[in-house]
């Protein structure tokens, strides 16, 4: 079938696009912003790639077209599909008809934390002798791509964003995956673009809980009051915590302060086990997420203290505490935080893996969220572990970050240009410095203008 992606470039769209291909679909999309790694992993898989939205991008006629929910009314290329009569659907729509049925699905939920979870599990499984699908957000280096089929007996793992479906569907699209097990890691107000207040995100999360079959399962992390107020408006599966509490099924003790070395206990039918992680990440959010996936990983029939050694070959994703350079002994370190509690937990888990040398956080708030100003007063207290903050204002912000900036005194400072930017950082840094930059786009390159500017100034000094 010859099917055409509008949104490709995107990382769902993207990775609906290999699944498409690898079922043996000719697939072309489009995109306003084709470029690597995206577009280079596309073109890889034979796949056509067109920049911009056009009438002529749907000239060939092809028998489906797959929307991105980032398109809307007004979108010349939308436009032209409405008025063609071609078949149109949803990229979650699609992915439930085509790849999940027959598959016992794992939906990872959460504001924080789907994509190193959802990594996570797929690699706990693989490392059993299962050849997990799986779709994913980022790419987990330890299969080097962001989606598979995978074995059909085998589980497909999905990553479940409660964004909007389309411009034609504003349900979440974690409604339309129908999972066995799903994993609900968290749950704070985000999305402010489409969502008014938290409560709204909790009716779409328990339309998720409503969905799991009773035979299925909900794996719930505790001192969550908003995840507890989804559960209290009914649930009908099975319901197992994880988390630090005595009283959760499944229990995470840290060995480590820096999240590297932790315990897990789990408390179930069949009496306790336990078992030790080793790993190289550090935060305790991350061993939660650990915790989540070997939780999701045991009701599959993985071993516990198998699943646990395992963990010490886990590689992040691309773009989760990711150590993209090293210059002079200064580390730049690439992170997707963009949500206040995701920042204030990245920092938290490196200051303490930092026994030397300094925290410099090079921020750009430019999720939907963030340019809206619906968090800002929560920024300066998810900076409080960073010896300095270099925040970038991209253009488009809707208020203006001079107040917040000022209030953090000196160690803070504010850049509207990249290059002055990346000159401050790196006047700034000294050898045993960590750079750690967060962001959920590209900001403009900045990881290697960073490593190229430090590279410079080690030859110059």
Same mark, same amino acid.
Request: net charge neutral.
């Given at each position: 079938m010859r099917l055409h992606i509008m949104g490709i470039c995107g990382t769902f769209m993207g990775s609906l696009a290999l699944l498409a291909r690898e079922l043996g679909h000719q697939v072309s999309g489009s995109d306003t912003?084709?470029?690597?790694?995206?577009?280079?992993?596309?073109?890889?898989?034979?796949?056509?790639l067109m920049e911009g939205y056009r009438a002529e991008n749907l000239a060939d006629q092809p028998a489906l077209v797959i929307v991105g929910?980032?398109?809307?009314?007004?979108?010349?290329?939308?436009?032209?599909?409405?008025?063609?009569?071609?078949?149109?659907?949803?990229?979650?729509?699609?992915?439930?008809?085509?790849?999940?049925?027959?598959?016992?699905?794992?939906?990872?939920?959460?504001? @924080?934390?789907? #994509?190193?979870?959802? !990594?996570?599990?797929?690699?706990? *499984? %693989?490392? /059993?002798?299962?050849?997990?699908?799986?779709?994913?957000?980022?790419?987990?280096?330890?299969?080097?791509?962001?989606?598979?089929?995978?074995?059909?007996?085998?589980?497909?793992?999905?990553?479940?964003?409660?964004?909007?479906?389309?411009f034609f569907d504003k349900r979440s699209k974690f409604v339309h995956y129908r999972p066995q097990i799903a994993v609900m890691n968290n749950l704070e107000f985000d999305h402010a673009d489409i969502f008014p207040d938290l409560a709204a995100i909790e009716r779409q999360f328990h339309h998720l809980v409503r969905t799991v079959p009773s035979r299925g399962c909900l794996l719930v992390a505790d001192q969550q009051p908003a995840l507890?107020?989804?559960?209290?408006?009914?649930?009908?599966?099975?319901?197992? @915590?994880?988390? #630090?509490?005595?009283? !959760?099924?499944?229990?995470?003790? *840290? %060995?480590? /302060?820096?999240?590297?070395?932790?315990?897990?206990?789990h408390i179930g039918a069949n009496g306790e086990e336990d078992g030790v992680v080793e790993w190289a990440l550090t935060g305790e959010h991350n061993a939660r997420n650990a915790l989540a996936a070997l939780a999701a990983a045991s009701r599959c029939g993985v071993n516990l203290?198998?699943?646990?050694?395992?963990?010490?070959?886990?590689?992040?994703?691309?773009?989760?505490?990711?150590?993209?350079?090293?210059?002079?002994?200064?580390?730049?370190?690439?992170?997707?935080?963009?949500?206040?509690?995701?920042?204030?937990?990245?920092?938290?888990?490196?200051?303490?893996?930092?026994?030397?040398?300094?925290?410099?956080?090079?921020?750009?708030?430019?999720?939907?969220?963030?340019r809206l100003g619906a968090l800002r007063a929560r920024l300066n207290e998810s900076v409080a572990d960073a010896d300095a903050v270099f925040w970038f204002q991209p253009a488009g912000l809707d208020w203006s970050m001079e107040a917040l900036v000022a209030e953090q005194g000196e160690r803070a400072e504010l850049y509207s240009d990249i290059d002055a930017l990346v000159k401050a950082v790196v006047t700034h840094a000294s050898p045993l410095d960590r750079i750690v930059v967060m962001s959920n786009g590209g900001f403009e390159g900045v990881h290697q203008r960073l490593l190229s500017a430090l590279s410079a100034k080690e030859q110059t000094e």
């Open positions: 912003n084709v470029y690597p790694p995206m577009s280079t992993q596309l073109e890889e898989a034979g796949i056509t929910n980032a398109l809307s009314r007004g979108n010349p290329e939308v436009e032209a599909l409405l008025n063609s009569g071609l078949s149109y659907t949803s990229g979650a729509q699609w992915l439930a008809e085509h790849v999940l049925p027959g598959r016992q699905v794992i939906a990872v939920a959460g504001t @924080h934390g789907k #994509t190193t979870t959802a !990594s996570l599990l797929a690699w706990l *499984l %693989e490392s /059993a002798g299962f050849t997990p699908g799986f779709l994913i957000g980022g790419v987990p280096r330890n299969f080097g791509v962001s989606a598979r089929l995978g074995h059909h007996n085998s589980p497909f793992i999905v990553e479940a964003d409660e964004y909007d479906t389309a507890e107020r989804v559960l209290g408006m009914g649930s009908w599966s099975s319901v197992e @915590h994880f988390g #630090t509490l005595e009283s !959760s099924e499944w229990q995470l003790r *840290l %060995e480590r /302060a820096d999240g590297s070395r932790f315990q897990v206990l203290p198998r699943a646990c050694a395992a963990l010490a070959r886990f590689k992040t994703p691309r773009r989760r505490q990711e150590i993209i350079g090293e210059v002079d002994g200064v580390q730049v370190i690439d992170d997707f935080a963009h949500h206040p509690t995701a920042i204030a937990a990245t920092l938290k888990g490196l200051r303490a893996a930092t026994t030397k040398g300094r925290l410099l956080a090079v921020i750009e708030p430019r999720s939907n969220t963030m």
